[in-house]
Every structure is written in structure tokens, then in C-alpha cells.
């Protein structure tokens, strides 16, 4: 005979289980588990373990109780270690007990192992706190889902500790309109916590008499926890005070270049550039008659490093180059440009597009000049070009996409934004205006001139711009930086 642990696998996040559970799942010989048990657990089991998985998925249903008693009644007589591995803690709305009854009653030895509640941490996950000193003396964890449907949810509103539902949300018009017959305040605040501790968690907040109508037009989706009391509205989570629009690799440097301050960072929006099929395609086209042009000219680094990278992929020869004179947009381009072709013949005194512009107008007679850059950015470079009659084609080698990583809420919470390119304000602005956001009172910063022109059209100065164009001058930049409160409501 064995043992079978009521094991809590706590509320999603798989490094927020016990010591204790976690040891038991490595010599475990059977689990069977529900869906809210994170899948990453399930990793550690040794070799030949034996996994079951008894929850509810999408269209399917649970098994039913008895079949998952009997399952435990008999693992336990025929294993050692049996883990019967629950969300968030096995007493707390996870019929635990029924467990417990099946296994007395067939004299299996069973031990109990607590965990973190998702009534608890799944709000504070969320900043919200369910005690908060002359707020809320008490908690009250309350299931929102009963068979029986004409349950009166007015009797918690006398309750005067912060309410905490699980498995309601598809009864969140009933609880909400319950309170408030019952005499709670219409304004009392109220949040929906869905998908907690998931990279899809989000949050929803609204007086009680609106957070049913929000939690829908929002699509909150479930397992999601709703909370109700004056704490509701508390948001105590931490927030990075330099809030970054960039790559990956850009961030990573950043986050490396600040060392010991590196928790001052958060990457608000993620930034990728791809190479447009098209834009492959004019390039080699104009490269395969490279001869007809005089000159070559980036408006970006990375137009540079794309452009090296599909001249390799082609095997071009890129002695075809020689004799071709070269401009960059700033002396970030210029550097990458000089290290693949050796010489660069024009960077225009100030480093935005217009002066590019500008500079070959004033520089190039009569030569086809071969304009390499992204989709977006500023067209007023070709105007000037035309105005100048000269003689030009322009590829638009690639585009940049922006990935929102917060609740578009969260922009308008940044102290201070950090820019690394012109497209990253073009895409966290467009985000901004799609979420309400007003960024006229902000801070900002960025990464050299193309970047502070793209702020700059908006009529918003930058506090300061940083030469060279590197994550290490940003990340000593920002050191010097004073900061105010931490957090702006
Ligand atoms: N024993 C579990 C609760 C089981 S009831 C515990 O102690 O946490 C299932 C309910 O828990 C869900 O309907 C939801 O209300 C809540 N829940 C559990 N994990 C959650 C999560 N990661 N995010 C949001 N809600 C969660």
C-alpha cells in the first residue's frame, strides 16, 4: 500500500509550489492532475510516471468525482506515491474533502499538502491587496458557482471585508446585481483578474454597478477571480520607471548596460523588423544593375545589416560596389555602412531624413541615387528630392511591427519612455491613441535624431537624445536621470 498527497499545485505560476510538493513530484508514481495545475509540474515527474489528467478542457467534461476517487483508491493500493495534484490549495473549493472521505472509507493512507491559494494571490498578482490596513479587515472567499441558481447574493453585501468569488464569472450579473439589492454601493470598486500568473492575464476594474457590463465587453475569459471592496481599486504592483520601445536584442543590452539598475526597466513595447518580400525583390533588381547609379544611400542601420545579409544570401559580388560613393542618414548607419564597404562619402549635419535630403539635393549632380530604408518613416526626403530634380529610386527594404508586452493602459503609467527608433514611436503611439492614452505630459528619451524627428512631428521634445547610438550611452544616460514619484495615477 502507498500514499496518496492532496497535493496544492498553487495558483499558476509552477515556481509558486511548495518545496514539499515539488520533492513529491519527483519520486511520484502517479498524478493525476486537473487543468488548473501548471503543465511545467507535470515536467518534473520522474521516468514512467504515470500522468492523469481528470479536469475539465474546452467542450469536454470533468471527470466525474467517484471516477476520480476510485483512480486515487487505486493507485494508492497499487503504487507507492500517488499525487493527486489540485490548483491553487486541494481544501479551498477543490473537493478535496470528498477525496479525503473516499480514501478513509477504503483505509488508503493519504497525506494533506497545502497551497497557494488563487483567492489570494491571483489579486495580488494584480496589485490587489485582499487586507489593507482601514480598508478591508477581512477576506471573504465566496463560490460564484452553485447549482443552485436562485442563490441570493444580497446576503454578502452586509459583509464588510473585501470579496473574493472563484468560478464566477459567468454569474458576475447576477453577483453584481445581488450586491447591490442587497444595499452595497453602486460605486463600490470591483476587478475581474482572468488567466492569472498566465502571459494572458489581464485585469479588469469598474464599479460594481459597471464591472459586469466591462468584464463582457472586454472578454474576460475564464478561470478568472472577481474581487469586491474598496481594495479593488489599490494596484500595488511595481512599475518599472523606464518603460522601453525596442528589439529584443536592443532591450537585452539595455537591461545588461544598466547592471544593478536593471529592474528600472520594462519593455513595454517589442519592436520587429522584417524584411518586406517586395522590398527583397526591388533591392535585387537594383542591384543587379548597380552600375547605372552613383550613389547608395541608408537611412538606418538595419538597412545596412539587411542588405549585407540578402547580398550574401545571393552570393553577390560585392566588388560590384567599388567605386559607388555612400551616404547614412546619422553616424550610427555611417559606422555599420563604413564596416561593410570601407568609405562613406555624406552624413548630413543633422541626422533626420529631410537633412538627408537636403545634403543630396545640395551634393549629387546629375548621379541615380539608390535610396534604401523602411515602409514607414518620413516621406518629405522624396519632395525634397524631387524639388531638386534629382534623379533617384528608392527601396523600401522592411517594416517594423510593434507588439504591445502590457495592458495599453499601462503606457500612460510610464515615467519616462525610452525610444530606440523612429518606427518604435510611430507603433507605441498608434498603440496609445487606440487605448485613449494622452502622451502629452510624458518623458521621453531616445536614441539619436531619426528617432527624437519622429517625436518631434508630434509636437513632443525628447529630454535628451542620445550619440553615440548605443544601448550603453542610454543606459548611462538614464542613471543620471532624476526621477520623480514613483507612480503617476
Ligand atoms: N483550489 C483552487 C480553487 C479551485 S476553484 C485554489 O485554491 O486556488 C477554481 C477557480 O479558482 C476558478 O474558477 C477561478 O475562479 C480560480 N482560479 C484558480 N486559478 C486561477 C488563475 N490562475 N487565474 C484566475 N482564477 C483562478
Known amino acids: 500500500m502507498g500514499t496518496v498527497y492532496l497535493v496544492g499545485a498553487g495558483p499558476g505560476d509552477p515556481e509558486l509550489i511548495t518545496l514539499k510538493a515539488w520533492k513529491l513530484i519527483q519520486k511520484a508514481d502517479l498524478i493525476v492532475y486537473d487543468s488548473l495545475a501548471p503543465a511545467e ?18 467542450g469536454q467534461h470533468s471527470a466525474a468525482q467517484e471516477e476520480i476517487n476510485r483512480i486515487l483508491v487505486e493507485g494508492g493500493q497499487k503504487y507507492g506515491t500517488v499525487i493527486r495534484l489540485k490548483g491553487g490549495d486541494p481544501f479551498v473549493f477543490g473537493r478535496g474533502g470528498e477525496e479525503v472521505l473516499a480514501l478513509q472509507a477504503a483505509g488508503v493512507p493519504y497525506e494533506l499538502v497545502p497551497g497557494v491559494t488563487s483567492a489570494v494571490a491571483v489579486p495580488e498578482n494584480a496589485g490587489i491587496p485582499v487586507t489593507h490596513r482601514k480598508m478591508a479587515r477581512s477576506f471573504h472567499v465566496i463560490t460564484g458557482h452553485t447549482a443552485d441558481e436562485d442563490l441570493d447574493y444580497s ?59 466591462k468584464s463582457k465587453a472586454e472578454h474576460m475569459e475564464a478561470p478568472a477571480i472577481i474581487v469586491v471592496g474598496s481594495c479593488a481599486e489599490l494596484d500595488f504592483r ?36 522584417s524584411v518586406r518580400d517586395e522590398g527583397k525583390d526591388q533591392l535585387r533588381q537594383a542591384f543587379s544593375r548597380i552600375e547605372e547609379f552613383g550613389w547608395v544611400v541608408f537611412t538606418s542601420a538595419n538597412a545596412v545589416t539587411m542588405c549585407e545579409e540578402i547580398a550574401k544570401e545571393d552570393g553577390y559580388d560585392m566588388s560590384r560596389l567599388n567605386g559607388l560613393k555612400f551616404g547614412a542618414i546619422g553616424p550610427g548607419t555611417a559606422e555599420r555602412l563604413e564596416s ?58 522592411y517594416e517594423a511591427e510593434g507588439e504591445l508586452l502590457t495592458a495599453p493602459a499601462e503606457i500612460g503609467r510610464a515615467e519616462v519612455l525610452v525610444f530606440a527608433s523612429a518606427s518604435g514611436v510611430e507603433n507605441l503611439f498608434r498603440a496609445a491613441e487606440q487605448a485613449g492614452v494622452e502622451m502629452g505630459d510624458m518623458r521621453f528619451v531616445c536614441i ?36 520623480g514619484k514613483q507612480t503617476s495615477e
Open 238 to 273: 511595481y512599475r518599472a520607471p523606464f518603460c522601453v520601445t525596442g528589439s529584443d536584442t536592443f532591450f537585452a543590452r539595455l537591461k545588461r548596460a544598466m547592471g544593478g539598475d536593471a529592474g528600472m526597466l520594462s519593455h513595454l513595447m517589442r519592436i520587429r523588423l
Open 340 to 397: 561593410l564597404v570601407g568609405h562613406v562619402d555624406l552624413v548630413p549635419e543633422t541626422y533626420t531624413s529631410d537633412a538627408l535630403g537636403e545634403a543630396l539635393a545640395k551634393n549629387v549632380s546629375g548621379e541615380k541615387i539608390l535610396i534604401i530604408r523602411s515602409n514607414s518613416g518620413r516621406q518629405e526626403m522624396f519632395a525634397i528630392l524631387d524639388r531638386a530634380g534629382a534623379d533617384y529610386e528608392k527601396v523600401r527594404l
Open 448 to 483: 539619436g535624431d531619426a528617432t527624437a524627428e519622429a517625436l518631434r512631428k508630434r509636437g513632443l521634445e525628447p529630454e535628451f537624445v542620445t550619440y553615440p547610438h548605443t544601448a550603453e550611452e542610454m543606459a548611462r544616460r538614464l542613471k543620471g536621470l532624476k526621477l
Open 155 to 213: 446576503t454578502y453585501a452586509a459583509l464588510e471585508g473585501t470579496l473574493v468569488f472563484l468560478m464566477g464569472l459567468s454569474a458576475l450579473p447576477r453577483i453584481s446585481a445581488g450586491l447591490l439589492s442587497g444595499g452595497m454601493a453602486a460605486a463600490t470598486p470591483a476587478a475581474v483578474v482572468s488567466r492569472g500568473f498566465s502571459t494572458r492575464q489581464r485585469v479588469c476594474r469598474a464599479p460594481l454597478s459597471e464591472i459586469a457590463e
Open 41 to 58: 509540474l507535470l515536467r518534473e515527474a520522474p521516468e514512467g510516471c504515470e500522468l492523469v489528467h481528470v479536469g475539465k478542457r474546452a
